[in-house]
C-alpha cells in the first residue's frame, strides 16, 4: 500500500507550483494589454513591404505616352487618347492620326478628313511646327478642308511647345483654309478654328 503523502507537503508543492508560474510573468491579467508606440520597435510599426506589386510609376513607363489626336465627328473635332511609345515625336503623332479612328472609335461615328499619305514631315522651331505635306490639299473635298487642316493643327498644338502651325509643299509656304474658309500663308493656330472646336472647349 502506498504510503500517504501528508497534507502539509501537498500544500508546499502546490504553492512552488503557483510561485513558478507567477515568476513568469504569467500574472492573473488574461486581457489584452496595450504597448505605447514609443516601446515597440519601429520595424514591427512599418508596413510589410509587398514583393508582388511594383511602383505606379513603374507601370506608367510600360503604357508609355498617351497623346490626344483630334478626329472628325460631324462637323467638329473630337479628341481622342491613344497610347504611344516614349517620348513619341510630332511625326510620329501625326502618322497615328493619318491612319484614321479604330474600329471602336469608326462605331462611334468619328471619321477623318486627312489623308493617310499626306504628311511628308515636321520641323519645330520656336513654337511653330511646319508640317511639309506630301500634295496639296486639291486632293481632299473642298467641304473637307478646314477640317483636314484643324484635325493636324489640334493635334500638334497639344504638344508642349507647339502654339502655331505652318504648312509646306516642298519646302515651300502654302495656304490653307481657317474655320470660316477664307485661306491664309501664315501660321495658324487653334483660336483659327473656332467654328470647328469640339464642344464645350
Given at each position: ?27 492573473t491579467d ?95 522651331s520656336r ?30 498644338t497639344a ?43
Amino acid at each position: 500500500m502506498r504510503a500517504r503523502r501528508p497534507p502539509f507537503v501537498a500544500l508546499v508543492v502546490v504553492a512552488g507550483l503557483l510561485f513558478g508560474l507567477a515568476s513568469c510573468g504569467t500574472g492573473t491579467d488574461r486581457g489584452a494589454t496595450t504597448i505605447p508606440p514609443e516601446r515597440v520597435p519601429f520595424d514591427l510599426l512599418a508596413p510589410p513591404e509587398s514583393t508582388t506589386s511594383r511602383p505606379k510609376e513603374a507601370e506608367a513607363d510600360d503604357v508609355g505616352e498617351a497623346v490626344v489626336l483630334f478626329f472628325v465627328d460631324g462637323d467638329r473635332l473630337e479628341p481622342v487618347f491613344r497610347p504611344m511609345g516614349h517620348d513619341p515625336s510630332a511625326l510620329d503623332v501625326l502618322v497615328e492620326l493619318a491612319e484614321g479612328p479604330t474600329r471602336e472609335e469608326a462605331r462611334r461615328g468619328l471619321t477623318t478628313a486627312t489623308p493617310s499619305s499626306s504628311i511628308r514631315g515636321v520641323t519645330i522651331s520656336r513654337g511653330i511646327a511646319t508640317v511639309d505635306l506630301a500634295t496639296t490639299q486639291t486632293d481632299v473635298r473642298s467641304d473637307q478642308q478646314a477640317l483636314a487642316v484643324a484635325q493636324i493643327v489640334f493635334t500638334l498644338t497639344a504638344r508642349p511647345g507647339i502654339g502655331r502651325v505652318a504648312f509646306t509643299v516642298d519646302g515651300d509656304l502654302v495656304d490653307v483654309p481657317v474655320g470660316s474658309g477664307a485661306l491664309t500663308g501664315d501660321a495658324v493656330a487653334r483660336e483659327d478654328y473656332p467654328e470647328l472646336a469640339p464642344p464645350n472647349t
